[in-house]
T-cell receptor
């Protein structure tokens, strides 16, 4: 149990385009999900907290207009990277609060912006 | 500022030995504690959670919590090369947001 999926697992896009990443809790409902970013050999960096039915809460320094988060249902949160640039290339990982109020991570999405 | 500290390593242990990973946290009011394993290029995977002082065992893994000293540790018995990964300590400060504070991780290398 407590499985979180992400789609796509890998995406390559041109600079200036937008990319949407989906995060789904497959066998539980999650009112709270989180979005992280991780650069090579660096620590997880929390970008935002996604709450079902309300606006996301962004961490300091994260541009909310660039990283649009929508948590429209209890099993789905989406992260849209708008007007992506090469510096947005990273490993994006979501997590969801599941059983026993524990964070369960998705497998991650590797974004490469050319 | 609430912090979670881990030695970055690498911690090298021979195959079959016990690996001991340690973590300290600053917020005395923290409620729950977690260990995640992250292989290179992959996302974190939950290994164990612990909520009360003492030891909690799950297979080859034992988590230890000492709230008075504000530390949590993870012991891996009979270490295998497949255990080589970065181990992340995470603390839920209990603010109601479920926003964990993660340590920077300890890189473990199990030598065959």
């Amino acid at each position: 149990g407590a499985v979180v999926s992400q789609h796509p697992s890998r995406v390559i896009c041109k600079s200036g385009t937008s990319v949407k990443i989906e995060c789904r809790s497959l066998d539980f409902q999650a009112t709270t999900m989180f979005w992280y970013r991780q650069f090579p050999k660096q620590s997880l960096m929390l970008m935002a907290t996604s709450n079902e039915g309300s606006k996301a809460t962004y961490e300091q320094g994260v541009e909310k207009d660039k990283f649009l988060i929508n948590h429209a249902s209890l099993t789905l949160s989406t992260l849209t990277v708008t007007s992506a640039h090469p510096e947005d290339s990273s490993f994006y990982i979501c997590s969801a609060i599941g059983p026993a109020e524990t964070q369960y991570f998705g497998p991650g999405t590797r974004l490469l912006v050319l | 500022q609430k912090e979670v500290e881990q030695n970055s390593g690498p911690l090298s242990v021979p195959e079959g030995a016990i690996a001991s990973l340690n973590c300290t946290y600053s917020d005395r009011g923290s409620q729950s504690f977690f260990w995640y394993r992250q292989y290179s290029g992959k996302s974190p995977e939950l290994i164990m959670s612990i909520y009360s002082n003492g030891d909690k065992e799950d297979g080859r893994f034992t988590a230890q919590l000492n709230k008075a000293s504000q530390y949590v540790s993870l012991l891996i018995r009979d270490s295998q090369p497949s255990d080589s990964a970065t181990y992340l300590c995470a603390v839920n400060p209990g603010s109601g947001t479920y926003k964990y504070i993660f340590g920077t991780g300890t890189r473990l290398k199990v030598l065959a």
